[in-house]
């Protein structure tokens, strides 16, 4: 890293941050990063292999910067593929060439070639992550993204030491090979191999109780864990044996603190919490912290754990030996299906809403969009064999409408007003039909979709609702929904189908959770609320991989304003050309 953290004193260590050497910033600074996207040989669960990375590292490096920084990034693509790299997060202001979906926002990087994301944090701080965002790189392309406050935080307590912990996936195989022939035979994909906690395995693999993410802590102390789920097809569950957890921040927004003892947490998602070290080991001088998945799905999938440590320092057993694994019990971490625990974790989640840091949610609407969000069973073409269900193929759609991305950027096209077909304006607003999208058979119908590159448009400013409505086709399903360039207020949520006449009723709009990625509860519905306010073209998808790639999204469009700071900024000199 270039130029970064001695205008500030920013302090790293490995991936802990150490709290006394971060103080808060209050002038600008441009902060520069230098990412090599390149191969590195990495050994996991016995297996050896050529694995992408950013400098070498797995995971990539940790991006630290203040709320109000400039920050340039220049990514040197080292590898023949084409590639691309995603703030998952940052609003973008008026920036979103910088913003990094392929074909979205901009052309993919080519091998041997350079480009440099420029952008500015404003107003926003906390933790977020950045990934790749072609193909399926991010498999482990991936790193923390942390925004320190002007402002000290909202908070009393005392804090030690800040320690991202970064949730994973492990492929033994090629993750860009697994999306090849998934989209090459219409089947479903292959799952990963195991999960890892800051790429680590754990002992529960084969070959990995070196691979073991282990932390320091000192009895009495609090620790912030900045924790991020970087997993490419898995919500998930996470607990630390015997120790409570303060919830402080979700997706880099302030939150009511609420003590829990495990978290959900979706693929995209980042929560913050605070875990103060009170708990008097054993003879190991160890916790055990694990993370599994929340399972709604009838699709296979990997059903393991993945386990790190806590170790106290100056326990009685100096050498830090680990629990045996065979009388290990987690009594805080949830069923892999425990539905009831991740509902009422999500709803104890809400906006700080505080005179510092208020919640702006819109209270009244200009337009409302209600989407399904489907996986369909398509028929197989003619003499051709698919091996999806019932020898057709797998696809997702949102309003019956499978996503195609163009061979061109949509922005760039956009802004020089390309007469082209790369995309259009008329995504439907509601479902094409309805019916009871929670219920009934869901073989019995018919699942074909259409496809295209169908994107909502509206102008700067506008209050714009969009409900989005899980369907039982294939299976219900919770879907981790991601909105790029804007951050949205979970207004309402539940189970079932969404009711226009009864359920706007029930909407929390005094401080719903502001977010950037939504988990739709499964054989249900969330309705959030945007502002949208920065002008430029932005995904909307699933952030679980496959269903991305089966067409599971859309984008919306937001027209220029009035003034010159309501306008999308013209595109940098080194934008890539596709």
Same mark, same amino acid.
């Given at each position: 890293?270039?130029?970064?953290?001695?205008?500030?004193?920013?302090?790293?260590?490995?991936?802990?941050?150490?709290?006394?050497?971060?103080?808060?910033?209050s002038s600008?600074?441009?902060r520069?990063?230098?990412?090599?996207?390149?191969?590195?040989?990495?050994?996991?669960?016995?297996?050896?292999?050529?694995?992408?990375?950013?400098?070498?590292?797995?995971?990539?490096?940790t991006?630290?910067?203040?709320?109000?920084?400039r920050?340039?990034?220049?990514?040197?693509?080292? #590898?023949?593929?084409?590639?691309?790299?995603?703030?998952?997060?940052?609003?973008?202001?008026?920036?979103?060439?910088?913003?990094?979906?392929?074909?979205?926002?901009?052309?993919?990087?080519?091998?041997?070639?350079?480009?440099?994301?420029?952008?500015?944090?404003?107003?926003?701080?906390?933790?977020?992550?950045?990934?790749?965002h072609?193909?399926?790189?991010?498999?482990?392309?991936?790193?923390?993204?942390?925004?320190?406050?002007?402002?000290?935080?909202?908070?009393?307590?005392?804090?030690?030491?800040?320690?991202?912990?970064?949730?994973?996936?492990?492929?033994?195989?090629?993750?860009?090979?697994?999306?090849?022939?998934m989209?090459?035979?219409?089947?479903?994909?292959?799952?990963?191999?195991?999960?890892? #906690?800051?790429?680590?395995?754990?002992?529960?693999?084969?070959?990995?109780?070196?691979?073991?993410?282990?932390?320091?802590?000192?009895y009495?102390?609090?620790?912030?864990?900045?924790?991020?789920?970087?997993?490419?097809?898995?919500?998930?569950?996470?607990? #630390?044996?015997?120790?409570?957890?303060?919830?402080?921040?979700?997706?880099?927004?302030?939150?009511?603190?609420?003590?829990?003892?495990?978290?959900?947490?979706?693929?995209?998602?980042?929560?913050?919490?605070?875990?103060?070290?009170?708990?008097? +080991?054993?003879?190991?001088?160890?916790?055990?912290?694990?993370?599994?998945?929340?399972?709604?799905?009838?699709? +296979?999938?990997?059903?393991?754990?993945?386990?790190?440590?806590?170790?106290?320092?100056?326990?009685?057993?100096?050498?830090?030996?680990?629990?045996?694994?065979?009388?290990l019990?987690?009594?805080?971490?949830?069923?892999?299906?425990?539905?009831?625990?991740?509902?009422?974790?999500?709803g104890?989640?809400?906006?700080?809403?505080?005179?510092?840091?208020?919640?702006?949610?819109?209270?009244?609407?200009?337009?409302?969009?209600?989407?399904?969000?489907?996986?369909?069973?398509?028929?197989c073409?003619?003499?051709?064999?698919?091996?999806g269900?019932?020898?057709?193929?797998?696809?997702?759609?949102?309003?019956?409408?499978?996503?195609?991305?163009?061979?061109?950027?949509?922005?760039?096209?956009?802004?020089?007003?390309l007469?082209?077909?790369?995309?259009?304006?008329d995504?439907?607003?509601? +479902?094409?039909?309805?019916?009871?999208?929670?219920?009934?058979?869901?073989?019995?119908?018919?699942?074909?979709?259409?496809?295209?590159?169908?994107?909502?448009?509206?102008?700067?400013?506008?209050?714009?609702?969009i409900?989005?409505?899980?369907?039982?086709?294939?299976?219900?399903?919770n879907?981790?929904?991601?909105?790029?360039?804007?951050?949205?207020?979970?207004?309402?949520?539940?189970?079932?189908?969404?009711?226009?006449?009864?359920d +706007?009723?029930?909407?929390?709009?005094?401080?719903?959770?502001?977010?950037n990625?939504?988990?739709?509860p499964?054989?249900?519905?969330?309705?959030?609320?945007?502002?949208?306010?920065?002008?430029?073209?932005?995904?909307?998808?699933?952030?679980?991989?496959?269903?991305?790639?089966?067409?599971?999204?859309?984008?919306?469009?937001?027209?220029?304003?009035?003034?010159?700071?309501?306008?999308?900024?013209?595109?940098?000199q080194?934008?890539?050309?596709?």
């Amino acid at each position: 890293m270039e130029g970064g953290h001695k205008n500030c004193g920013i302090l790293l260590v490995s991936l802990v941050i150490i709290a006394g050497a971060l103080p808060f910033c209050s002038s600008q600074t441009t902060r520069r990063f230098q990412f090599n996207v390149e191969w590195k040989k990495v050994t996991r669960l016995c297996t050896t292999k050529q694995l992408l990375t950013v400098n070498g590292q797995y995971p990539g490096p940790t991006i630290a910067v203040h709320e109000g920084d400039r920050v340039e990034i220049k990514v040197k693509n080292r #590898i023949a593929h084409n590639t691309t790299l995603h703030w998952h997060g940052l609003r973008q202001l008026r920036t979103g060439w910088a913003d990094g979906p392929a074909y979205i926002t901009q052309c993919p990087i080519r091998g041997g070639h350079s480009y440099t994301y420029k952008f500015s944090v404003t107003n926003q701080r906390g933790t977020l992550l950045w990934h790749a965002h072609y193909a399926w790189q991010r498999a482990s392309v991936y790193g923390a993204l942390i925004i320190y406050p002007r402002m000290s935080y909202p908070f009393s307590a005392q804090i030690q030491a800040e320690i991202p912990i970064i949730l994973g996936e492990w492929w033994n195989g090629d993750p860009d090979e697994v999306e090849k022939i998934m989209m090459l035979t219409g089947a479903g994909p292959d799952s990963s191999n195991a999960y890892t #906690i800051n790429g680590m395995p754990g002992p529960l693999y084969p070959c990995s109780n070196r691979d073991t993410f282990i932390q320091t802590v000192e009895y009495g102390r609090t620790y912030m864990l900045r924790i991020i789920n970087a997993a490419l097809a898995n919500e998930l569950f996470l607990a #630390i044996e015997k120790h409570k957890l303060t919830v402080v921040e979700v997706d880099a927004v302030y939150t009511k603190p609420f003590t829990t003892t495990s978290i959900m947490i979706a693929p995209g998602q980042t929560t913050t919490v605070l875990m103060t070290a009170n708990q008097v +080991p054993d003879s190991t001088g160890m916790f055990a912290m694990a993370a599994r998945p929340y399972l709604t799905s009838v699709f +296979p999938f990997n059903n393991s754990t993945t386990i790190g440590f806590l170790r106290y320092k100056n326990a009685r057993n100096r050498r830090g030996k680990p629990p045996n694994l065979s009388s290990l019990k987690l009594h805080s971490l949830p069923a892999m299906e425990d539905t009831a625990f991740a509902t009422k974790f999500s709803g104890n989640i809400k906006s700080l809403a505080s005179p510092k840091y208020p919640c702006n949610v819109p209270k009244t609407i200009d337009k409302r969009v209600i989407t399904t969000i489907s996986l369909n069973l398509q028929d197989c073409p003619a003499k051709k064999t698919c091996l999806g269900y019932r020898g057709k193929r797998f696809f997702a759609s949102m309003n019956n409408q499978s996503f195609v991305r163009p061979s061109i950027s949509i922005l760039e096209s956009y802004y020089k007003n390309l007469t082209t077909t790369s995309f259009s304006s008329d995504f439907p607003e509601k +479902p094409p039909n309805a019916f009871d999208y929670t219920g009934g058979d869901p073989l019995s119908q018919n699942m074909n979709t259409e496809f295209g590159t169908k994107l909502i448009v509206v102008p700067y400013g506008t209050s714009l609702e969009i409900v989005l409505q899980d369907t039982s086709f294939l299976n219900l399903e919770n879907h981790p929904i991601h909105v790029h360039g804007h951050n949205f207020f979970i207004v309402g949520s539940g189970f079932g189908n969404f009711n226009k006449a009864k359920d +706007p009723k029930r909407y929390n709009l005094v401080d719903p959770p502001e977010r950037n990625t939504v988990a739709v509860p499964g054989g249900g519905w969330a309705a959030i609320r945007i502002k949208a306010d920065n002008p430029g073209v932005w995904f909307i998808h699933c952030h679980l991989e496959q269903h991305t790639s089966w067409g599971l999204a859309t984008g919306f469009i937001v027209l220029n304003g009035q003034e010159p700071s309501q306008r999308l900024l013209p595109p940098p000199q080194d934008l890539p050309s596709c």
